[in-house]
């Protein structure tokens, strides 16, 4: 019958609507300041640097290699080395950037940096309140701003952080086995020239 | 006590006016009176907003404005301070004049949509000896004024020199000249009944009960058809959805004010509201016993509430229409409007007049006459009109 369908919808929208006051369902709105959304392991949005250790300067683990710079599609990374070698977390003499800067207001949050990073030490964040008055110097962030401790990154991204230590871990053991077959060696041959 | 706080306003008012001098009291009254329809419907145009607002987003599954409260402090007031952040924003707004516009035209517009709608609530009985000016013909008073709204829609859509503008305009007059039609014919009903086209007669004609039940128009056949067939029309002339054909924001942008920015835009969103409200309070006064209490013990409120009650009701089941129903066609709006809306209207002049003679014969008699009356048309009209409709896949014609 003619306005049979009407009644049928106003009976639906009247369900929505008492509904909404009772049902969580339907109303599944997240008020957004007062209440977060638990954001997934893989929400990404600009990078950050990580450091070991507790300073945010010495710990750096970047070596300003310049691969993410170079690598970068829009070009919003701006490196600039070290002319010394300073040791880092690790104890081992290292460059380190002078000046690391990423431009978020060009970075499009690919993860090429992440990506081609040879030492784990670019990562990608995910915080995403960063608006601001100023559009010009606020959106450039700085080595200051960038770096974030490896807790971080673990609280962030678990199991990533964990293979990447992992990944650490060998290359740490590999570096110091190294060494200290290098020190044997260096010890056998003068051993070797003692008698000599 | 309940009289007092029935005849509040009416006190209050002569209080007020007794303080001047008697030569100066006639005007002083008209005064105090208009502020106050301006005040008490211009506050109630802030609140229906967020109400629609409010209601549309919980028919959608989420909250309304929600957050607008006291400024610098933390308190939301549930976002009806909404209202006044849109009134600021409104006349902070840039005043936008299209250079080809018609200046005269386009300014005196938005001026001409308010006043005939305003001056639509002087005849209204708002409660027991509440009615601005009592006319003996308020009833075509009040349709002869709303009336005049329709040329402001025009004068908007022509002067604006905008294509959407003019086919919102020419979709607006075509719309309301038609619904006009069905919308007096309804209320003629109504005057047969009562005898005089006085809406305060036609108030008092509703006063009583019969055990539980009020003497309220809508309580009888044609009352009941004339009621709906008369809400139909009046959410047509106010341009409310499903029958928003004169804004469309989804084909004309926003049809006869597209070119009309800040607060000039405000004021044709007031005069729609006004409309409605206007429509809401005849409807009421016509079918809805007025100002009357719905049952004998809730007298003790003031009749005044019940008549800004019963308007606010309308507005709340418009809010619910839009929220279910989509926008009509064109075609589909003109042919409900002259092939349904229309004869059934004039079938219930007839079967209010079988009501008026039959009023000797037996209740059941002549309920079931009457009902038949009203039910019988609906169902043919509603079966042929849809019987005629050949519904086939669409085939659509792309200009080449």
Redesign the interface.
């Known amino acids: ?3 049979e369908a ?1 009644i049928k ?2 009976a ?3 369900k ?2 008492f509904g ?2 009772v049902s969580k369902e ?4 997240i ?1 957004y300041p007062e209440a977060r959304q638990a954001l997934a392991e893989r929400v990404r949005n600009f990078p950050f640097l990580v450091y070991d250790g507790g300073d945010w300067e010495k710990g750096l683990r970047c070596v300003a290699c310049q691969i993410c710079e170079k690598e970068c599609p829009p070009k919003c990374i701006y490196i600039k080395r070290s002319s010394a070698k300073k040791p880092n977390a690790m104890g081992r003499a290292q460059f380190y950037p002078v000046v690391f800067d990423i431009d978020t207001s060009v970075c499009m949050g690919c993860q090429i940096c992440v990506e081609v990073c040879p030492f784990d030490s670019i990562k990608m964040n995910n915080e995403f309140e960063l608006c601001n008055s100023d559009r010009f110097g606020a959106l450039l962030l700085h080595k200051q701003q960038l770096a974030r401790s490896s807790e971080y990154y673990h609280q962030l991204h678990p199991g990533e952080a964990a293979e990447a230590d992992a990944r650490l871990a060998v290359e740490k053991a590999r570096m110091e086995a190294r060494a200290k077959a290098k020190m044997a060696a260096g010890s056998g041959s003068a051993q070797k020239k003692g008698p000599a | 006590m309940a009289d007092t706080l029935d005849q509040l306003f009416v006190s209050l008012k002569h209080w007020l006016v007794a303080w001047f001098p008697p030569a100066w009291q006639p005007l002083i009254s008209v005064v105090v009176i208009v502020g106050a329809i301006l005040t008490v419907f211009g506050s109630l145009f802030s609140v229906a907003t967020v109400f629609e607002r409010k ?1 549309l987003g ?6 309304g404005p929600n957050r607008v409260g006291i400024p610098f402090t933390k308190i939301s007031l549930f976002g009806f301070g909404q209202p006044i952040a849109d009134g600021l924003k409104a006349l902070i707004k840039e005043d936008f004049v299209p250079h080809a516009a018609d200046q005269v035209v386009h300014f005196l517009a938005p001026i001409a949509m308010l006043a005939p709608i305003t001056l639509m609530f002087a005849v209204l009985p708002c409660g027991r000896n509440m009615t601005a000016l009592d006319l003996d013909a308020g009833l075509l008073y009040f349709f002869a004024v709303g009336a005049g709204a329709e040329l402001a829609v025009f004068m908007a859509g022509w002067s604006s020199r905008n294509k959407y503008s003019l086919l919102g305009a020419m979709r607006g007059i075509a719309q309301m000249i038609s619904y006009e039609v069905p919308l007096i014919l309804s209320a003629v009903a109504v005057v047969m009944m009562v005898g005089s086209l006085s809406l305060v007669k036609i108030v008092e004609a509703q006063a009583g009960y019969s055990g539980w039940l009020p003497h309220w128009h809508v309580f009888t056949p044609w009352g009941f058809a004339g009621c709906l067939l008369f809400l139909t029309a009046a959410a047509a002339e106010s341009n409310r959805s499903p029958f928003d054909l004169p804004e469309g924001e989804s084909e004309i942008v926003a049809g006869y004010f597209l070119e009309y920015s800040g607060f000039k835009f405000a004021i044709f969103f007031m005069a729609e509201y006004f409309g409605m409200f206007a429509a809401g309070g005849l409807a009421a006064t016509l079918f809805f016993g007025g100002y009357y209490a719905p049952a004998p013990w809730l007298a003790w409120i003031p009749t005044w509430a019940w008549f800004i009650a019963k308007t606010m009701a309308w507005i709340f089941v418009l809010i ?2 839009r ?3 989509p926008r009509l066609r064109q075609d589909q709006l003109m042919n409900f409007a002259w092939k349904f809306i229309v004869p059934l209207a004039l079938i219930n002049i007839v079967t209010t007049a079988v009501w008026h003679f039959m009023r000797a014969q037996p209740a059941p008699a002549r309920w079931a006459v009457c009902a038949l009356l009203v039910a019988g048309p ?2 043919l ?3 042929g ?2 019987a005629n409709k050949k519904i086939e896949k669409r085939t659509y014609r792309l200009a080449d």
């Open positions: 019958m003619l306005g009407i919808g106003l639906v929208t009247a929505n609507f909404s006051y339907r109303l599944p709105t008020q | 209601g919980r028919i959608q599954n989420r909250y619910w229409i929220g279910t129903v609906y169902v009209l509603g079966r009109l849809l």
